[in-house]
């Protein structure tokens, strides 16, 4: 059954540090999700790509983060520099989005980042 | 905007009991709702959904949901628990013309022996 990859699974950083996250989606899957998770909560979504274009990044904090899917495939998230309130699972999914009516969303397992 | 509440952050229950974790939604508009479990460590995987029709929605793993538009409720129901059920549960909803889920704050389900 195919998956979605995460790496790494985690990721311990000092502050100021810069880090990043990869996802590769599920072959064919045009959407693309970024979700914070902070211990406690429910996952928040921070960027959707369709294909290799940003549709949602209003609550991506765009003075340290940053995402890109150059060829609509795979995609990094990258936060610089990291704060201690970073720390939290950075979640990928992806889905074939409206298109194919499931409205399904898979997810991948995760990177847990925390920042000493 | 949506919004998501469930109402219990923590569900203790005997293995073989029944249990309810409960989810309220608040929207102005027409809206799909989901469940979603989460083991230890790992991502979210999706155990019923409801898009239209028959507002009893049976999912993975004998887990049922009630979609109840004039309570705006989507309560998750099991008849029977295992300990393998242990695990955070998220109501979710997104609006019928976006793919965006709005999350609930989670229920921690905890089965005893």
């Known amino acids: 059954e195919a998956e979605v990859a995460q790496s790494p699974r985690y990721k311990i950083t000092e502050k100021s540090q810069a880090v990043a996250f990869w996802c590769d989606p599920i072959?064919?899957?045009?959407?693309l999700y970024w979700y914070r998770q902070i211990l406690g909560q429910g996952p928040e979504l921070l960027v959707q790509?369709?294909?290799?274009?940003?549709?949602?990044d209003s609550q991506l904090p765009k003075d340290r983060f940053s995402a890109e899917r150059l060829k609509g495939v795979d995609s990094t998230l990258k936060i610089q520099p990291a704060e201690l309130g970073d720390s939290a699972m950075y979640l990928c999914?992806?889905?074939?989005?409206?298109?194919?009516?499931?409205?399904?969303?898979?997810f991948g397992p995760g990177t847990r980042l925390t920042v000493t | 905007a949506q919004s998501v509440t469930q109402l219990d952050s923590q569900v203790p229950v005997f293995e073989e009991a029944p249990v309810e974790l409960r989810c309220n939604y608040s929207s102005s508009v027409s809206v799909y709702l989901f469940w979603y479990v989460q083991y230890p460590n790992q991502g979210l995987q999706l155990l019923l959904k409801?898009?239209?029709?028959?507002?009893l929605v049976k999912g993975i793993n004998g887990f049922e949901a009630e979609f109840n538009k004039s309570q705006t409720s989507f309560h998750l129901r099991k008849p029977s628990v295992h300990i393998s059920d242990t695990a955070e549960y998220f109501c979710?909803?997104?609006?019928?013309?976006?793919?965006?889920?709005?999350f609930g704050t989670g229920t921690r389900l905890q089965v005893f022996p």
């Open positions: 979710a909803v997104s609006d019928i013309d976006t793919d965006k889920l709005i």
């Open positions: 072959s064919g899957h045009a959407t």
């Open positions: 999914a992806s889905s074939a989005g409206l298109f194919d009516g499931s409205y399904e969303q898979y």
């Open positions: 409801y898009l239209s029709g028959s507002t």
């Open positions: 790509f369709q294909d290799e274009s940003v549709v949602d």
